[in-house]
């Protein structure tokens, strides 16, 4: 990532996509360099411009937003944050499972959009809370997606930062719980993430709880 935070902001309504990017464009550390009016642009936009971050409404005409992350996630760099009026649980695990990033409804506060901008453009991931409730609820009705047997390339420490970290654990607190430092715990979830082939931590809760690792609930 560069110093400035490079950002497409991709919506169908020319007024929220608008707001969107002037709310971000008046930051000092993030430059809105293309918007997009539907999934099929918002990819070529990124292809063009090669942005940190894509801001991406998830229902837009002839390509929706979960087909444009698929593509951007399997393409390119850009992270991929998801911004919709719709909490619906097969969005929210559709666009996951897609590659994004971040999951947030439309009506975020200014500041908190901002933040989430800037947390998704240095590597983390984030979930509103009322979609990570709805998110991981929805594994209680799925069948596991994921054979258990696909875990045996990781190692039983590797395992367990994995079980911790899909119980929403951060390093520091993982670290604690292991006892081990956190350069350690680093070293496990990009052992995990590598293994696995996996973008970031929340395709790693996802696959925790697709392969039974994980259980809702537990």
Known sequence: MSE???????????LVRGGFAMILDAQPDIDVVAEAGDGAEAVAAVREHDPDVLLLDIRMPRMDGIEAARV????TRC???MLTTFDHDDYVYDALRAGASGFLLKDVRRDDLVKAVRVVAGGESLLAPQVTTRLISAF???PAARPAEALGVLTA??????????RGLSNAEIAEAMVVS??????HVSNVLS?????DRVQAVIAAY????????A
């Open 4 to 14: 400035r935070i490079r950002i497409v902001v991709a919506d169908d309504q020319e």
């Open 72 to 75: 951007i996630c399997a393409e």
């Open 79 to 81: 992270r991929v944050l």
């Open 140 to 142: 209680t009705s799925r």
């Open 157 to 166: 420490r590797e395992r367990e930062t994995l079980q911790l970290i899909a």
């Open 182 to 187: 956190e350069h350690t715990v680093k070293t």
């Open 195 to 199: 293994k696995l082939g996996l973008r």
């Open 210 to 217: 697709e392969s039974g690792l994980a259980v809702p609930g």
